[in-house]
Nanobody
Framework: QEPLVESGGGSVQAGESLRLSCAASSYTISRAYMAWFRQVPGKEREGVAIINRVVGATYYDDSVKGRFTISQDNAENTIYLQMNRLKPEDTAMYYC?????????????????????WGQGTQVTVSS
């Protein structure tokens, strides 16, 4: 079983919503931190949102704060990224990631290399 499998991407108009899902194996979902990153061709991968699965605390990049919500469903071994009021600049490949060990969420979100497990990505395209 792949450690992380994303789904839910698609093409939408600006202002619309999408919900991304990340299905995790039982082993991977037990990792303390899970996060969503995004990447466009030619640019570095950037952190979008992170959740501490033990206490449920969350942290967001300023670019999505107030529009995106990261959440988890422990019964389904799944995390979600609800994306509202989408903008063309949100267009990217979105990746789910998991990390073992501690850390400060704001710092972890800026360090993709701190995450051990990655999904294959799901494309989000927002047109104006």
């Amino acid at each position: 079983q792949e450690p992380l499998v994303e789904s839910g991407g698609g093409s939408v108009q600006a202002g619309e919503s999408l919900r991304l899902s990340c299905a995790a194996s039982s082993y991977t979902i037990s990792r303390a931190y899970m996060a969503w990153f995004r990447q466009v061709p030619g640019k570095e991968r950037e952190g979008v949102a992170i959740i501490n699965r033990v206490v449920g605390a969350t942290y967001y990049d300023d670019s999505v704060k107030g529009r995106f919500t990261i959440s988890q469903d422990n019964a389904e071994n799944t995390i979600y990224l609800q994306m509202n009021r989408l903008k063309p600049e949100d267009t990217a490949m979105y990746y789910c990631a998991a990390r073992t060990g501690g850390g400060i969420m704001a710092h972890l979100l800026s360090q993709p290399t701190a995450f051990t497990y990655w999904g294959q990505g799901t494309q989000v395209t927002v047109s104006s």
